[in-house]
């Protein structure tokens, strides 16, 4: 193949993930119109990067012990009873104001379309939450489901959450469902690995997902909008985090896309820290800061002095477009944008991304792996790409 026909079959994928970005908004727009409060983005104020509490004992003690008692809140919202403590399945039949403790194992709670002003914790483990709403405007701190693992979360729309909204163990499914205006964390992964979120809308949040702890978490599928950093990968512990893969999500209008970031926190733990991430085929447009920012230069410090590991991220098939225009912090206004430890750097590989029409560089990846196969047109930057080779050439010579 001649390396004019090489050129053209470029361009013409750039032409055509730039058509796919404008389809996907106009998806998000389209699940937005059915919203009951209208799409915004986060406020020009906000930091490109948003920062997830940490598990001191004070915060940790929200999710580990607190228990409802079958109390009713106060409020006018329900004149029905609470059902307080759940062994068994239960279905609503009215909006309710309380909070609810699943005890037994393997119990259904169906909302059948109302809401529920409160927050749900379970301990039987295998639970089923789904069909309705779960609002925390009632609740302060807000989490609206505590420690549920092996669980089913289908078809929900949590809102108003404070600062951890769900608080979820390990193998925990969560499908079909809204989280919108929440302030902080949407999804705290800190208690157990092997969580699944797919087919998901994500919108003016805080921080809709942060991993801190979690081992082999899937986020496929999903759309962010309007929030301050959609996804947050941060070994708080000094180890875990392992083995995430993100794919074929769609990030639009957030802060910052995917913020993954190499810390030493607390009291370090053995093995690895944020190995084998994969960020595949996901569209990053409109972001505020970077569509997807991986900083490690902190590494080093702290109770731990070893560098970052994360070996074996990869970076692949990703589209940047239109992103780092409202960069609140400098430097951080590229498509990509890994300024790593330089130890670190070589476990990093770039390939096969498109980065069009971004503030500064398509991509910045000094020292990463060059897997080839990069395409950046159009960006800020004359450079276009650092770090990794981004063609065409001949197209690129006269931008």
Request: charge should be negative; aromatic fraction near 6%.
């Amino acid at each position: 193949m001649s390396q004019a026909t090489i050129g053209r079959s470029r361009v013409t994928a750039a032409l055509t993930a730039f058509l796919i970005v404008a389809g996907s908004a106009a998806v998000a727009n389209d699940v937005g119109a059915v919203a009951r409060t209208p799409f915004v983005s986060p406020p020009a104020t906000s930091p490109t990067l948003a920062s997830p509490p940490e598990h001191t004992p004070d915060r940790m003690s929200i999710a580990q012990t607190e228990t409802t008692d079958g109390r009713a809140l106060e409020g006018t919202r329900t004149a029905a009873p609470c059902p307080g403590t759940l062994t068994a399945n239960f279905t609503f039949t009215s909006d309710l104001t309380c909070n609810l403790d699943v005890t037994a194992p393997d119990v259904t709670v169906d909302l059948a379309g109302h809401t529920l002003f409160g927050r749900i914790h379970t301990t039987g483990g295998g639970t089923t939450i789904r069909n309705g709403t779960i609002d925390g405007a009632s609740v302060a701190p807000f989490v609206g489901v505590v420690r549920t693992s092996s669980a089913l979360i289908d078809n929900i729309e949590l809102r108003n959450g404070d600062t951890w909204a769900m608080v979820i163990g390990g193998g925990t499914v969560v499908q079909n469902s809204r989280f919108r205006d929440n302030a902080s964390v949407v999804f705290d992964l800190f208690w157990g690995g092997g969580n699944v979120l797919r087919h998901n809308l994500f919108q003016n949040s805080g921080i809709p997902i942060s991993i801190q702890l979690d081992s082999d978490t899937r986020v496929e599928r999903n759309v962010f909008a309007g929030n301050q950093t959609a996804i947050i990968l941060w070994p708080e512990h000094g180890g875990g985090v392992n083995n995430t893969l993100v794919r074929e999500n769609v990030f639009l209008d957030n802060g910052t896309g995917i913020h993954m970031r190499g810390r030493r926190r607390m009291t370090p733990l053995p093995g690895e820290n944020m190995a084998n991430s994969q960020f595949l085929d996901n569209i990053f447009a409109g972001s505020d800061g970077p569509g997807m920012s991986l900083l490690f230069g902190d590494c080093g410090t702290g109770p731990q002095t070893e560098p970052c590991a994360g070996k074996n991220t990869t970076v692949r098939g990703n589209t940047f477009v239109f992103n780092g225009y409202g960069a609140s912090e400098p430097g951080l206004d590229d498509g990509l944008h890994v300024s790593p430890d330089p130890e670190w750097a070589p476990n990093f590989t770039v390939s096969r991304n498109t980065a069009l029409l971004n503030a500064d560089l398509g991509i910045e990846a000094s020292g990463a792996i060059d897997g080839g196969h990069n395409l950046g047109l159009f960006n800020g930057d004359r450079r276009q790409c650092v770090g990794v080779r981004c063609g065409p050439r001949w197209l690129l010579g006269w931008w």
